[in-house]
């Protein structure tokens, strides 16, 4: 699908999926607002995009600061006059029990991964209701649907995400403005990166790539669907967790306990 002459605003944008979803929409003729907090990451994206031959902006921005996303959100505005798809993907995690984890760490989760998407989407939404279109794509995680020892504070970030994206969506029906949800599993990004997983394994011999969820953001940005598993055999997992939570709930948390105690 082409999304020439469509505006897409790429949080997280520096690395991994978010720099991987910005290829995609460039390959299919998108202009493109590349946000983070790492500018000189995001202008050395703008110069790999250069050969897609399409306009973009870039923008130094903490997410999790409501003031600076409402400059970003001018600036984007006032560069391209209009937005089509909202994709919130900045968010990070800090592994460890949450009777290790400071407040301030719990709350600096929330603060990013939640609030970042909440004060995107409010700045964004007036204009895509204004246009009577556009899409906002939300990147919780699996996370959003199994709390984990360990990660239990960035899995309340992920739920509330998923929760907030499924109320939006009702509250946007017959406004011609989308909301979807794409939720991976473990993907093969500096995510893992942060001290905080010390020596614990970055990835499995099932986790994805940053082409294969980013190639699902832009699917995602056309899809009538609220929430989008990747892959999309995973969604099995979710059912038998809600379905038959007695039996899947002991087994995950004995799993990821022993993964705890390593
Ligand atoms: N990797 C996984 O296994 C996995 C699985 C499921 C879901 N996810 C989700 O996928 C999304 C992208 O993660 P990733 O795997 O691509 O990790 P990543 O490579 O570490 O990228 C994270 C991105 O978020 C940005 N970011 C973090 N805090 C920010 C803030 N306060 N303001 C603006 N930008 C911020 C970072 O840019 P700057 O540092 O330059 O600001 C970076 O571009 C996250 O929401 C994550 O929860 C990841």
């Known amino acids: 699908?082409?999304?020439?002459?469509?505006?897409?605003?790429?949080t997280g944008a520096s690395s991994g999926i978010g720099a991987a979803s910005c290829i995609e929409f460039a390959k299919r003729g998108a202009s493109l607002a590349l946000v983070a907090r790492r500018k000189e990451k995001l202008e050395e994206l703008e110069k790999t995009l250069a050969k897609f031959d399409i306009n973009t902006l870039v923008c130094e921005c903490n997410v999790s600061d409501k003031m600076q996303v409402q400059k970003m959100s001018s600036q984007v505005i006032k560069k391209f006059g209009r937005i089509d798809i909202l994709v919130n993907n900045a968010g990070f995690a800090i592994y460890g029990r949450v009777s290790d984890l400071t407040i301030e760490e719990i709350e600096s989760q929330m603060q990013t991964n939640y609030f970042g998407m909440i004060y995107c989407t409010k700045n964004f939404l007036p204009k895509m209701l204004e246009q009577k279109s556009g899409h906002i794509v939300n990147v919780a995680s699996v996370a959003a649907s199994f709390g984990?020892?360990?990660?239990?504070?960035?899995?309340a970030s992920k739920f509330a995400m998923l929760g907030f994206s499924e109320g939006l969506k009702h509250e946007l029906k017959g406004t011609g403005i989308g909301v979807t949800v794409v939720s991976p599993i473990m993907v093969r990004t500096s995510f893992f990166d942060h001290q905080s997983f010390g020596q614990m394994p970055k990835y499995s011999p099932t986790s994805l790539s940053a082409k294969t969820v980013a190639k699902a953001i832009v699917s995602a940005a056309n899809s009538p669907r609220l929430e989008i598993i990747v892959p999309s055999v995973v969604r099995g997992a979710v059912w038998a967790k809600h379905t038959f939570p007695y039996i899947i709930n002991p087994i995950l948390g004995s799993a990821f306990r022993k993964q705890m105690a390593k």
Do not use: H
């Not at 699908?1 to 790429?10: A, E, H, P, R």
């Not at 984990?148 to 899995?155: D, E, F, M, Q, W």
């Open 148 to 155: 984990l020892p360990g990660i239990a504070s960035y899995c």
């Open 1 to 10: 699908m082409s999304f020439k002459g469509k505006t897409v605003v790429i």
